[in-house]
């Protein structure tokens, strides 16, 4: 018989098992403690956060109302307002400067990546053609010793003819063997 608990919801069984409160001393260890939270239950979905959106500025006004002149008399609160239009206005250039210095970046290592790949594609090519000249070169030595052993068959042939003759009238002119008394 099962014992009901306090506090049970029906249709809840137990609830969370209470953890014991355990501290990071390093960011590893933190790390792992985090890794070993999303490793208890490997069917649950990761959060993953988002990328933050980059930061852009008000778009300047297309017209301005309040044009301010150097007529004399302007009240004190004008500073005011004309200091935070000029921090607007120099946050706007420096967005600016700072997005164009990154597509000059970005257009750099574009084209350095290319220069790169150019420059890979011309010595891959060079060796290529070293490997394809010395591949040549073998096959053209190959040929040469089968066709200059070809030839060689074809001299033996005709001089073995010529050397069975030669053969056999020596061995009609009765040479010794072997000779006495020479060292």
Do not use: C
């Not at 590893?28 to 930061?55: H, S």
């Not at 250039?93 to 084209?111: A, G, I, P, T, V």
Request: aromatic letters at 4%; glycine letters at 4%; zero cysteines.
């Amino acid at each position: 018989m099962a014992v009901p608990q306090k506090d049970a919801k029906p249709g809840k069984t137990g609830g969370k098992e209470p953890q014991p409160l355990i501290i990071a001393k390093s960011p590893a260890e933190e790390q792992r403690l985090k890794l070993e939270r999303l490793m208890r239950n490997p069917d649950k979905p990761v959060p993953i956060p988002e990328r933050p959106k980059e930061w852009t500025p008000r778009a300047p006004p297309e017209f301005v109302r309040d044009v301010m002149g150097s007529s004399a008399g302007a009240g004190s609160g004008e500073f005011h307002v004309y200091r935070h239009l000029r921090r607007r206005e120099y946050q706007r250039q420096d967005f600016l400067d700072r997005l164009s210095e990154k597509q000059n970046m970005d257009d750099e290592y574009l084209m350095k990546i290319e220069e790169n790949q150019k420059a890979a594609e011309a010595r891959t090519s060079k060796r290529r053609k070293k490997r394809e000249k010395l591949k040549l070169k073998k096959q053209m030595a190959k040929k040469a010793k089968v066709e200059s052993k070809k030839e060689s068959d074809k001299e033996e042939s005709s001089t073995s003819d010529n050397d069975s003759e030669e053969r056999e009238a020596e061995d009609d002119a009765e040479v010794p063997s072997f000779v006495m008394g020479k060292r």
